[in-house]
C-alpha cells in the first residue's frame, strides 16, 4: 500500500492491523514502514523480562499464579482488545 493510500485510509489500515493483517506501506516503490498487530503479552512473557532483567527469578511461582487469576477474571472484552493484553 502506497503513503497515500495508507494516509487516506488510517481506520481501515488500523482495522486490518487489528484484525491480523500485516500492512507494507511504500513510498516511490520503496519499503518505509510495516503496520502489523501489537504484540499480545501474559504473566508469563512478564515474568521474562524480569528475569531478564535481574539475573536471576524476580517473580515467584505465586506472582506468576495471580496475574494468570486477575486474567482469567478480567472482562471478556479484554480478550480481544488489544489494549489490555
Not at 14 to 25: F, P
Not at 28 to 46: F, S, Y
Amino acid at each position: 500500500m502506497t503513503a497515500s493510500e495508507a494516509s487516506r485510509n488510517f481506520s481501515a489500515v488500523l482495522d486490518s492491523a487489528e484484525h491480523g493483517e500485516t500492512i507494507v506501506v511504500t513510498r516511490a516503490g520503496q519499503r518505509v514502514a510495516v503496520i502489523a498487530p501489537a504484540p499480545r503479552a501474559n504473566g508469563a512473557a512478564l515474568r521474562a523480562v524480569f528475569e531478564r532483567w535481574q539475573g536471576e527469578r524476580a517473580v515467584d511461582d505465586a506472582f506468576d499464579a495471580r496475574v494468570r487469576a486477575a486474567r482469567d477474571t478480567a472482562p471478556a472484552e479484554w480478550d480481544t482488545d488489544p489494549w489490555y493484553a
